[in-house]
């Protein structure tokens, strides 16, 4: 199974400030197809998980763009610009490259 | 607008059975696979099992496998997890997932399942 690591797993911000979280996959998630099956989630407080970042780099619909994700082969990062209050929440990242699909154990992002 | 409706959680005891649906709707259901995804409380994400469009392909998680079953009726535009010999690690609430890029695109509002006597 492909194992996923997310850094930090708990995360202060300030409004108006850049955060960053990286997520590290246990092999390549690169398929021979050239896809990377990567994608990254928020789990806002009792809400379900919306998806944020598709195809490691790829922004869902709606997604406001200080969002952005980046990385390549085992490293990702998610990038968010400047952080608002809303953005609060569990952010994880999933790998659909093999079965079974994992996901990485959470960030959680609160403001400090 | 895609809506995805899950029914058929509750209480249950050990050793019992559950059969979950999900009722699509605002998209192609017959052209997208889809996924069950399960969160016990206060933890994280779990993938359970994931169906092709036309039902042909199933894939589900080890600790399911043998005991749970996902399955669909596009014409009925709805998907479903029977779920067997229900053990207490089975607590949790279940989303039903529409998937697009390998992606879960929408998520339902969940329903929870607990397995208690």
């Known amino acids: 199974d492909i194992v996923m690591t997310q850094s930090p797993l708990s995360l202060p911000v300030t409004p108006g400030e850049p955060a960053s979280i990286s997520c590290r996959s246990s092999?390549?998630?690169?398929?021979?197809?050239?896809?990377?099956?990567l994608s990254w989630y928020l789990q806002k407080p009792g809400q379900s998980p919306q998806l944020l970042i598709y195809?490691?780099?790829n922004r869902a619909s709606g997604v406001p763009d200080r969002f952005s994700g980046s990385g390549s082969g085992t490293d990702f990062t998610l990038k968010v610009s400047r952080v608002e209050a809303e953005d609060v929440g569990v952010y994880y990242c999933m790998q659909a490259l093999q079965s079974p699909i994992t996901f990485g154990p959470g960030t959680k992002v609160d403001i400090k | 607008e895609v809506e995805l409706v899950e029914s058929g959680g509750g209480l249950v005891q050990p050793g019992g059975s559950l059969r979950l649906s999900c009722a699509a709707s605002g998209f192609a259901f017959s052209k997208n696979w889809m996924t069950w995804v399960r969160q016990a409380p206060g933890k994280g994400l779990e993938w359970v099992a994931s169906i092709k469009e036309d039902g042909s392909e199933k894939l589900h998680v080890d600790s399911v496998k043998d005991r749970f079953t996902i399955s669909r009726d596009n014409a009925k535009n709805s998907l479903y997890l029977q779920m067997n010999s229900l053990r207490g690690e089975d607590t949790a609430v279940y989303y039903c997932v529409k998937s697009q890029y390998r992606a879960c695109d929408y998520w339902g509002q969940g329903t929870l399942v607990t397995v208690s006597s």
């Open positions: 092999q390549s998630l690169l398929h021979s197809n050239g896809y990377t099956y």
């Open positions: 195809l490691s780099s």
